[in-house]
């Protein structure tokens, strides 16, 4: 049986190629707009881009680590990572985008916008594994370059089991603020993570954020 097709779309095959590239951000979706949750974007295996007017961060740990991806083969590999962690970040106007191809319908784009009226998104205990950053100015407040990463005095704890080395270079920073942010990352875990004024939309063709 051939599948139902409404407005030229196959939406069983659509289904099929996009529910585990997006299942992480809608299934917490309608929570997120309702308040904040505990919340975790990793999205199988593929990277995703995001961008923000401002990240305004407290108690910044970075350190390096590895996360688990796919190659443009298809094929599992470990990518190298910086781990950011903040106990509380305020973003401002954030864009999060993933594209993926979809046989016989070209590329499909995921868009989350969130804080984006007047309302910053608030994430608690906030993790990002970032593959690339740009910014246009950053800011820090007692930023500490060199600390041990497992040293007893960080506010800010690193995920068990992503550092091997507990002597690994790290830095830390009392606050962090980032002004037109740019990035590329591969996972987001949160605490609590709370999307002021969520919107989520699927578009047609390549329109990441960035």
């Known amino acids: 049986m051939s599948s139902q097709v409404r407005g030229g ?3 069983k095959r659509f289904a099929l190629v996009m529910v585990p590239s997006i299942a992480a951000t809608a299934a917490v979706g309608v929570g997120l707009a309702q308040g904040a949750l ?3 974007f990793s999205v199988s295996g593929q990277d995703f881009k995001v961008t923000a007017d401002k990240l305004e961060g407290y ?9 688990e991806g796919h190659d443009m083969a298809g094929n599992k590999a470990a990518h190298p990572v910086t781990i950011s962690g ?3 970040a305020k973003i401002t106007n954030m864009c999060q985008s993933l594209v993926t191809p979809v046989p016989g ?21 906030i993790y990002l594994d970032v593959a690339d950053l740009d910014t246009r100015v950053s800011t820090f407040k007692n ?14 704890k690193p995920q068990p089991g992503t550092v091997k080395n507990p002597y690994a270079f790290s830095q830390r920073a009392e606050v962090a603020v980032l002004e037109g942010v740019k990035q590329r990352a591969w996972a987001t875990t949160a605490g609590t993570f709370k999307l002021s004024n969520l919107n989520l939309q699927l578009v047609a063709g390549n329109e990441p954020c960035y």
């Open 59 to 67: 108690d910044l740990i970075q350190y390096g680590g590895i996360a």
């Open 86 to 88: 903040f106990k509380q």
């Open 38 to 40: 505990a919340a975790s």
């Open 9 to 11: 779309t196959r939406w």
């Open 105 to 125: 319908l070209g590329n499909i784009t995921m868009k989350l916008r969130a804080g984006h009226k007047g309302d910053p998104a608030v994430a608690d205990n």
């Open 143 to 156: 930023l500490d370059i060199g600390v041990a990463v497992g040293d007893a005095s960080h506010t800010t």
